[in-house]
Nanobody, 116 residues
Framework: QVQLVESGGGLVQPGGSLRLSCAAS????????MGWYRQAPGKQRELVAS???????NYADSVKGRFTISRDYAKRTVYLQMNSLKPEDTAVYYC??????????WGQGTQVTVSS
């Protein structure tokens, strides 16, 4: 069964931190590259961080130095540690393989709102 369950979002003040979690089914989690995407209102979904088997990571320029992606193989969970959050980080965050699974499946996402 295909499963992607994101959690950990919320309302945070600028400069704050959040840690997102994504529990993935084995069929997705075992893919070579897992990533976190986000979609802000009125904008297209964008890839912000990716994690390769073996540990290599990549980040969008907008989050580099502030976000950290990691993968726990025992728990089949992908994390996104977000520090120094900015209002422009406000979006619904999703995890998926990179590229996304061909079936078009996405989880429900988790809302992150950065506001004072």
């Amino acid at each position: 069964q295909v499963q992607l369950v994101e959690s950990g979002g919320g309302l945070v003040q600028p400069g704050g931190s959040l840690r997102l979690s994504c529990a993935a089914s084995g069929s997705i989690f075992s893919r070579n590259v897992m990533g976190w995407y986000r979609q802000a209102p009125g904008k297209q979904r964008e890839l912000v961080a990716s994690n390769h088997v073996g540990g290599r990571t990549n980040y969008a320029d907008s989050v580099k130095g502030r976000f950290t992606i990691s993968r726990d193989y025992a728990k089949r969970t992908v994390y996104l540690q977000m520090n120094s959050l900015k209002p422009e980080d406000t979006a619904v965050y999703y995890c998926n393989a990179v590229p996304p699974v061909p079936s078009g499946f996405w989880g429900q996402g988790t809302q992150v709102t950065v506001s004072s």
